[in-house]
């Protein structure tokens, strides 16, 4: 196990086990936890990453940002959710303080080094295998005012967006664009309403999409063949027109053959470069 910089301990798998702030009954208890501080961070080894990485490659800069999960850990997600409800003021001076540090931090890295950085790349997930973890009233309540801020210090340092959320987010993806989201990863597509063609249709003239390779069935259980036929598939569909990064639809998992990784790369690279 391991405790992270909040205070939440984690088992090998980075399930939270002990959640500190599973008993805050008040503000007060929240004024009183022992919350990280920005200047603990060590910045001088992001700017050394950033600067030996930015000649080659897109650098992806700034705190990941996870204020939705942070908090989940922090208070357990019953108690949590029941807060939501019960006791939101206690929730929403939680995800400030969230906010604040994670703010402070990229505020930070931007400063020293977004010269150097092309892409403020945050992750949450708010979405499950069906549906929104809230609903969307919620979502715009507790969450797109704290994400807005962060996009809007990412666009002062003159940096695009890119937001990774899993699950059926489909709903919220308006949102998302309306406060200033450049690129969504890694659209989840055996999620419910998650069809990468609809989103690309819907969406692809305000929003880059990074992401889609199928994750939960063709990569872990299909062959090579099906592999290249997919990747094939999203050139020719979402692709076309530009506005598409090809990766996976969640992290690589370590079911997933090598050979098929592979395939996916190296029929990236014969047929996925621009102009198709």
């Known amino acids: 196990s391991y405790r992270d910089w909040w205070g939440v301990v984690h088992d090998r798998k980075g399930i939270p086990k002990v959640n500190p702030l599973a008993n805050v ?6 004024e009183k936890y022992n919350w990280p501080d920005p200047d603990k961070v060590n910045y001088y080894d992001v700017v ?26 922090l208070t357990g997600m019953e108690r949590f ?15 400030d303080i ?33 549906g929104l973890f809230l609903s969307r009233k919620m979502f715009r309540e507790f969450f797109k005012p704290r994400l807005e801020k962060l996009f809007k210090l990412a666009k002062k340092y003159g940096l695009l967006v890119q937001l990774h959320s899993c699950g059926s987010i489909r709903e919220i993806i308006p949102d998302l664009i ?12 055996r999620a419910a309403n998650m069809s990468v063609e609809e989103i690309k249709r819907e969406f692809g003239d305000k929003i880059c999409i990074h992401g889609s390779l199928d994750t939960q069935k063709t ?6 063949d099906d592999v290249k036929m997919e990747v094939l598939q999203r050139f020719n569909t979402v692709a076309q027109g530009g506005g598409f ?6 992290v690589f998992l370590p079911e997933i053959p090598i050979e098929n990784i592979l395939t996916m790369y190296k029929v990236g690279y014969e047929y996925g470069r621009y102009p198709l």
């Open 48 to 73: 050394k990453l950033v600067e030996a990485y930015t000649e080659d490659y897109v650098v992806y800069g700034g705190a990941w940002s996870p204020i939705f999960f942070v908090a989940l850990g």
């Open 178 to 189: 309306e406060i200033g989201l450049d690129g969504l990863d890694p659209i989840q597509v």
């Open 25 to 30: 009954k008040s503000l007060e208890d929240l």
């Open 245 to 250: 990064v090809l990766a996976p639809s969640q």
């Open 98 to 130: 969230i906010t604040e540090f994670y703010y402070e931090v990229s505020r930070r890295i931007f400063e020293l080094c977004a010269k150097d950085i092309d892409i403020f790349f945050m992750g949450d997930d708010y979405g499950t295998q069906r």
């Open 219 to 224: 990569l872990p259980f299909g062959s090579t």
């Open 81 to 95: 959710f029941k807060y939501v409800f019960t006791s939101p003021e206690i929730i929403h001076r939680l995800l």
